[in-house]
């Protein structure tokens, strides 16, 4: 009985994994379970799964679930405390992050401090401190198995080969709802217009990033780190079918990929699993059906948020924070109908522009970079 606890747990990447405990609850076992604010939803949650603590964001919200649970025995708690308690428990196998946002760096760091396995399904973690992640990992012997279904189709590929063997990663991309499109077509598109994913079902807020492909600059940048890699070494690939959900150039000039229908639960199965794959019932590729995949060069000129996802990698230090933090501040903004869409990348920049950057972040920094980006975004838009 492998033990779980999860930090997302009413979100998308969240509900999905519940969705394979319950289909494999002789073998997954929910210690713990963190969110932000749905409560009802949570309340759903522990009385389906029993975890022995349920944590949730804000300090009222966590009274809310208090009194509504008040008939059993699960301890709740709320905030960066909640989230570190669940972080280090000790029956504790495998957490599952896929908290939204920088908080979930600090469970993250304790978490592999006690030598747990780590599902990793937020992004800012390694983007903004995967020098501090992967070499901590690293010296405790902590995996960190990849959730996103681009970062487990690499770790898919490489299985059974040496790292020195590795001569590229191809990232491939979808290329969002606005593939093909010029930038003077993109001045005008609406929130409504970028939720509208055409392979994937995802959050709002990760939606939007596909649309922008800020979303595949991230994974870079992830990728980075991930998989011990130079830049130079990733290529982002536009596959409009998400069938090849990525694949690995080696040395040799051969190449391996992973291929499925695009379903999140199959990557979030395989970490939970790693190194076993279990039966999961869900539709499979009919090549027939299917009959071709095709390929294009991403249009960086048009969708800039890619390519200042590369100039803020290879600028590294606090740079990919600052790129992180104003993206996520631009898209609620964008959500809110505050800004278009276009605006997006400008703010992106400006932050970039704006911002000293810090050699070798610590945590503090990180998070002191994120605060320092947000006043920015909000003097700006006020002045606008």
Same mark, same amino acid.
Do not use: C
């Given at each position: 009985?492998?033990?779980?606890?999860?930090?997302?747990?009413?979100?998308?990447?969240?509900?999905?994994?519940?969705?394979?405990?319950?289909?494999?609850?002789?073998?997954?076992?929910?210690?713990?379970?963190?969110?932000?604010?749905?409560?009802?939803?949570?309340? *759903?949650?522990?009385?389906?799964?029993?975890?022995?603590?349920? &944590?949730?964001?804000? *300090?009222?919200?966590?009274?809310?679930?208090?009194?509504?649970?008040?008939?059993?025995?699960? *301890?709740?708690?709320?905030?960066?405390?909640?989230?570190? @308690?669940?972080?280090?428990?000790?029956?504790?196998?495998?957490?599952?992050?896929? #908290?939204?946002?920088?908080?979930?760096?600090?469970?993250?760091?304790?978490?592999?401090?006690?030598?747990?396995?780590? $599902?990793?399904?937020?992004?800012?973690?390694?983007?903004?401190?995967?020098?501090? #992640?992967?070499?901590? $990992?690293?010296?405790? =012997?902590?995996?960190?198995?990849?959730?996103?279904?681009?970062?487990?189709?690499?770790?898919?590929?490489?299985?059974?080969?040496?790292?020195?063997?590795?001569?590229?990663?191809?990232?491939?991309?979808?290329?969002?709802?606005?593939?093909?499109?010029?930038?003077?077509?993109?001045?005008?598109?609406?929130?409504?217009?970028?939720?509208?994913?055409?392979?994937?079902?995802?959050?709002?807020?990760?939606?939007?990033?596909?649309?922008?492909?800020?979303?595949?600059?991230?994974?870079?940048?992830?990728?980075?780190?991930?998989?011990?890699?130079?830049?130079?070494? #990733?290529?982002?690939?536009?596959?409009?079918?998400?069938?090849?959900?990525?694949?690995?150039?080696?040395?040799? =000039?051969?190449?391996?990929?992973?291929?499925?229908?695009?379903?999140?639960?199959?990557?979030?199965?395989?970490?939970?699993?790693?190194?076993?794959?279990?039966?999961?019932?869900?539709?499979?590729?009919?090549?027939?059906?299917?009959? @071709?995949?095709?390929?294009?060069?991403?249009?960086? *000129?048009?969708?800039?948020?890619?390519?200042?996802?590369?100039?803020?990698?290879?600028?590294? =230090?606090?740079?990919?924070? &600052?790129?992180?933090?104003?993206?996520?501040?631009?898209?609620?903004?964008?959500?809110?109908?505050?800004?278009?869409?276009?605006?997006?990348?400008?703010?992106?920049?400006?932050?970039?522009?704006?911002?000293?950057?810090?050699?070798?972040?610590? &945590?503090?920094?990180?998070?002191?970079?994120?605060?320092?980006?947000?006043?920015?975004?909000?003097? &700006?838009?006020?002045?606008?």
């Amino acid at each position: 009985m492998k033990k779980i606890a999860i930090l997302g747990s009413t979100g998308s990447i969240g509900t999905q994994t519940l969705e394979i405990v319950r289909n494999y609850s002789q073998e997954l076992e929910v210690l713990a379970l963190a969110a932000g604010s749905s409560t009802a939803k949570m309340e *759903e949650q522990i009385r389906e799964f029993h975890p022995k603590l349920a &944590v949730m964001w804000s *300090e009222d919200a966590a009274k809310e679930l208090k009194e509504r649970t008040a008939d059993l025995s699960v *301890e709740i708690a709320y905030g960066m405390e909640g989230l570190l @308690q669940i972080a280090v428990m000790e029956e504790m196998d495998i957490l599952v992050t896929a #908290i939204v946002g920088m908080i979930g760096i600090r469970p993250t760091i304790a978490a592999i401090e006690q030598g747990k396995t780590i $599902a990793l399904a937020n992004k800012e973690t390694l983007v903004t401190a995967g020098h501090i #992640i992967m070499p901590l $990992a690293k010296k405790k =012997g902590v995996s960190i198995l990849p959730v996103d279904s681009e970062h487990s189709a690499i770790f898919q590929s490489l299985q059974g080969a040496k790292r020195k063997e590795l001569s590229k990663i191809l990232l491939t991309a979808s290329g969002g709802p606005f593939r093909g499109k010029k930038r003077e077509e993109l001045a005008d598109m609406t929130v409504e217009d970028a939720l509208k994913h055409p392979n994937w079902s995802m959050g709002r807020k990760i939606t939007i990033d596909s649309a922008t492909l800020v979303n595949k600059g991230l994974e870079v940048m992830e990728a980075k780190w991930l998989f011990d890699t130079d830049l130079d070494q #990733i290529q982002v690939i536009v596959h409009p079918q998400s069938i090849i959900h990525s694949a690995v150039e080696y040395v040799d =000039g051969g190449i391996i990929a992973q291929l499925g229908m695009p379903d999140m639960k199959l990557p979030i199965q395989y970490a939970l699993f790693y190194p076993d794959r279990k039966p999961m019932d869900t539709k499979r590729v009919d090549f027939y059906e299917l009959s @071709q995949m095709t390929f294009e060069r991403p249009d960086m *000129e048009t969708f800039t948020g890619l390519k200042l996802a590369f100039e803020a990698a290879r600028m590294g =230090g606090s740079m990919p924070t &600052v790129f992180n933090a104003a993206n996520e501040m631009a898209v609620s903004l964008f959500l809110n109908k505050k800004i278009k869409f276009l605006q997006i990348a400008e703010l992106i920049q400006a932050s970039m522009e704006h911002h000293k950057k810090v050699e070798a972040p610590g &945590v503090e920094e990180i998070l002191a970079a994120e605060a320092e980006t947000y006043e920015y975004i909000r003097q &700006v838009v006020k002045q606008a």
